[in-house]
């Protein structure tokens, strides 16, 4: 399950994981730039609500879409892997020009969508210039390596993390969600140190990485979004580390942005982008 | 009020801060290494329990050293700043080898201690080879720079620390304890924003920094130390950030230290020290 290639010469879609709790009345910046992305007025967004197990999770978004002046946005009803199967949601899907998979609980994405036509599709149709956007529950789900579930605290603990195979839309990025507001870095960091190859995203609440084509990261929202970049560590102990035992990394690479900062995925190099012009 | 110059040839007493809540009866690692290094049996402990309000403070740790074998453990009863000008408190203290500050508030610390004879003292007697320890609200105190209180949360956002000047017994380190335990990354990351020179120490619980004479930091305990070095920080939005506002910080050096693990502030190089070697 590594992730689908571009098929000819179209550049993959954007990947959005959102950090959850994203504004969606007063300044709905995330939701906004994704729909234009996905066609403005043209776009059709198709919502998956699966990891919700509120039953208007669905019709919400759709509402928020239509507002946003999208003309077509579909809250696609996969509460089943039987769901998932069938024909009439994957030709719905496919009509898409950005998908949304909305927050609740990662693992009702991973277990009911996994293995799925309807998953084979997102990543065939990301690969071909769709776009995937995620919010909470769905950002967690995007990538290859999910974080399924962990423990609070600010620092590293064999056993505090437990990762999941995800929806593979990207291995170069291991995400987690409500970052600042649940105390998350100790277990976004047992992560990496598992294998130190993916670089770890840390997202606020309100606060997305829009993840183009060409691996640049930029950042849109109210919070911030933690780079965890562990490809210089020196040294970790994750190896001889016992559970509940805490963890020695040395030389971890931490950047924060900002509302207009980037970080390429390919170079790992973080630029202040318009933070350094727009402000002061 | 920079830190004071060692005197003559001696090399100054170790600072050791300890991130609160340390073991104190089945494995007191930490306060057996400082009542070693104080001397063992033939230790004199000045106990300061100023940064608590509860009135045993004091008393309890007279116990846990008498059990530990330390021949003299005294506690000082500097309740306020006319206590702290009373010569017969300033001889009691001056005939010590190790000084311990308990927990608590470290406001009442620097508000009672700051200034007066007693702080003046300490800190001559450490630049002359005295030892001196700080759990919690102690460990906070103990440095230049204190973080006097401050917000939770993972990201740094302006206005959320707010310093105050400590004991000073050394300006490269901004200190913060009960790290893994209160989500205090945030905090730490916006007192280094302000000015990138010191190095910030996250102590989690039960987990001590003994910062030896040549800047050697070694740590002892259960949990971690998070060394955040800002010193290759390339941008930070910190001056242009208005208050609750996230700060953008580019290129912070994260180590996660355990027990054996070391980190030089001279040289900012860290050493997994024995946690390569005793471990697997």
Redesign the interface.
């Known amino acids: 399950m590594s992730p689908s290639r571009p098929s000819g010469d179209a550049p993959r879609g954007y990947i959005i994981p959102i950090g959850g709790a994203e504004e969606k009345i007063h300044d709905p910046a995330i939701l906004k730039r994704f729909a234009k992305l996905c066609g403005g007025r043209e776009a059709r967004i198709a919502i998956i609500p699966t990891a919700s197990l509120a039953s208007d999770t669905g019709r919400r978004y759709e509402s928020l879409f239509d507002d946003l002046g999208v003309a077509h946005a579909e809250a696609l009803p996969l509460e089943s892997r039987n769901d998932c199967e069938q024909p009439e949601a994957l030709e719905a899907l496919e009509q898409a020009t950005g998908v949304f998979l909305t927050g609740g609980n990662q693992l009702r994405l991973a277990t009911h969508l996994g293995g799925t036509p309807i998953a084979k599709a997102i990543r065939l149709m990301n690969a071909a210039g769709v776009h995937v956007a995620g919010t909470s529950a769905g950002a967690a789900f995007l990538s290859e390596h999910m974080i399924a579930f962990g423990e609070?605290?600010?620092?590293?603990r064999a056993g505090s993390v437990t990762l999941s195979p995800g929806l593979g839309l990207t291995n170069r990025v291991v995400i987690d969600q409500h970052?600042?507001?649940r105390?998350?870095?100790?277990r976004l960091?047992t992560a990496l140190a598992y294998n130190p190859f993916a670089v770890g995203l840390?997202l606020?609440e309100d606060t997305a990485a829009f993840i183009g084509p060409d691996e640049t990261i930029e950042i849109l929202g109210?919070?911030?979004v933690?780079i965890v970049d562990p490809s210089e560590i020196?040294?970790s102990?994750m190896?001889?580390?016992t559970r509940d035992?805490?963890?020695?990394?040395?030389?971890?690479?931490?950047?924060?942005?900002?509302r207009g900062?980037a970080f390429n995925l390919h170079t790992r190099v973080?630029?202040?982008g318009t933070?350094?012009t727009t402000?002061?």
Chains 1, 2 share one sequence.
Do not use: W
Not at 152 to 156: D, H, K, N, Q, V
Not at 183 to 186: A, I, Q, V
Not at 252 to 258: A, D, E, N
């Open positions: 609070e605290g600010a620092s590293p970052f600042r507001q105390d998350r870095l100790g960091l840390g606020d109210s919070g911030a933690t020196e040294f102990s190896d001889q580390a035992e805490p963890v020695c990394l040395l030389g971890v690479k931490l950047h924060i942005l900002i900062a973080a630029s202040p933070v350094a402000k002061g």
